[in-house]
Structures are given as C-alpha cells and as structure tokens.
C-alpha cells in the first residue's frame, strides 16, 4: 500500500546551517509546542489502549512495548522507569528492541528490517493471550514492529501500535492504534524531535495511567516507589510525615522498618505500630 509520510515531509525552515544560535533554539522550540496539541488530537485513541492495558494487566497480563532505534529505546526507557517508579516487578512491563541490548547504544544494521525476530524476541518473554504489544514506528513502516504485530493478532495477543503518520501499515495492523501526527521535522526525517517527543508523552500517558489505575499512587503520591537513593529516602520520610502525625526522625524509623511509604502509612492506620 502507499500512504502519505508527513514525517518525511520537507522541514518548514531553509538554510538551518546559516541561523544562529538564538534562531535555532527558537524554531525548534516553535515546532516543540505543536507536539501536545497533536497528543490531544488523539487522546480518544489512548482512552482505548489504554482500557485494554489496565484489563490486562489487572488480570495478571505484562506489557510489552517493541520498537527499532530511537522508538525502541523510548519503550525501554519506559519500562525501565515503571518497577522504581510505581514499586512494580521488573517484568511486567517490558521494553524490546530490533537487534537487541546493543541496539540500545548503537545502530545495529538491518535490525528493523527482520521480519522474524521480533516474534522470535516476544517468544523468548513467554509472550501469551494475557498480554499485551505495543509497536512503536514513527514512520509506521517499520518490518521489524509491524510483523511483530502481525505474529501477536495471528495469536490472539492484543495490541497497540503508536506512530506518527495518519493511516500508516503500522496503524491498520494494531488493533488499537495511536497516531499522532505531528508532521515535517524541523531537520527533515529527523523524527527522533517531534516524533520522539510525541511517543514520550503518549508512553508517559500509557503506563502512568495504567498503574494509577491498578492502585500504585495513591493521592498523588508514588507510595510504592523504590528507596534506591538518599533523595528518595528523604522524599519517602516527607510523604509520610504528609499522611500520618510523625516527626522526621519517626518517619525515618518506619520507612526503615517497613520498606515502603504504603505500608508505614497502612500499619500507622492499622495500629499496628508503635512510635
């Protein structure tokens, strides 16, 4: 099929080489802010993905994003952040990338264009019907993603699919497909700017959403966040002197004790604790 690729369409700007500085930062921050109102266009789309991200997952189901280049890393980015964000097991949402781990710091040739291996990848994950496969493709092109995909419907696997390009392969093949048009780069083809911006927010979207939903926030609060660093400690003793009538050096006491803002704030509740 042949379709429209507004991603690959000419930058609206000429002779980028002979702008300044200020011009430079200026023009790319003017096409910076047309990002969000794209994501807004389309936040029907995410409303449905996401419903099917939250049954899944609330049913024991994982998430899996796949991706090649700067789409695949942004999934792994993502589902790296979720486990000391929201306190989650490690594999419950999964970021894959088309030639793997090394592709996440360098180009691996071909990667994108194997048409079996992201299959080959998701199998490796024990991938079944409970889950759930999101592709990512600016382009909506991408073999790698879009077979992936296929392979996921053949099985009876949900999935979803973010790009940038209206009516893309990418979108027909999804069952529940996001696109976000946000049209030419500022530097043409570039899609690691607005493209990568607009995949950032809806993945942000998606799984901070979903894990709202499955209860890992609480107030506004990340309650079941990962202690890995002082700043976290210190932020984690503060919630809890929000929640509960303690001093800092109490709340210190029980979020040693306890090991997360969520279970010192229940078992202050519960009277089970004892200042």
């Known amino acids: 099929m042949s379709f429209h690729k507004t991603t690959e369409e000419s930058s609206r700007y000429e002779s980028l080489e002979n702008m300044s500085v200020p011009q430079l930062l200026q023009n790319i921050n003017a096409e910076d802010k047309t990002v969000p109102l794209a994501v807004e266009k389309a ?14 997952l609330r049913n024991g189901g994982r998430l899996f994003y796949i991706g090649a280049g700067t789409s695949g890393r942004l999934g792994i980015v993502d589902a790296s952040e979720c486990p000391p964000t929201f306190g ?6 999964n970021g894959i990338i088309a030639g793997g ?12 264009d194997d048409r079996e291996q992201a299959w080959i990848d998701l199998q490796d994950k024990d991938i079944s019907e409970g889950d759930v496969v999101i592709g990512i493709a600016a382009s909506g092109t991408t073999p790698y993603v879009i077979a992936g995909l296929e392979a996921c419907n053949a099985k ?16 027909l093949t999804a069952k529940f497909p996001i696109e976000v048009v946000v049209g030419p780069e500022f530097v043409t083809g570039s899609s690691r700017m607005k493209a990568g911006t607009a995949q950032k927010l809806v993945l942000n979207m998606i799984s901070t959403a979903t894990l709202i939903q499955l209860g890992r926030v609480k107030g506004n609060k990340m309650v079941d966040m990962q202690l890995t660093n002082d700043k976290l400690v210190d932020r984690g003793v503060r919630m809890i002197m929000e929640q509960i009538p303690v001093n800092y050096e109490e709340a210190s006491e029980m979020l040693e004790k306890f090991g997360s803002v969520r279970k010192a704030v229940d078992s202050f509740n519960a009277n089970k604790f004892e200042l």
Do not use: H, Y
């Open 43 to 56: 936040l029907p789309q995410i409303e449905k993905l996401v419903t099917q991200v939250v049954e899944k």
């Open 88 to 93: 989650v097991p490690f594999d419950l949402v």
């Open 101 to 112: 781990d090394k592709a996440i710091r360098r180009a691996v040739e071909n990667a994108e």
């Open 156 to 171: 009876g696997i949900t999935t979803g699919g973010i790009t940038c390009n209206a009516g893309s392969p990418l979108a």
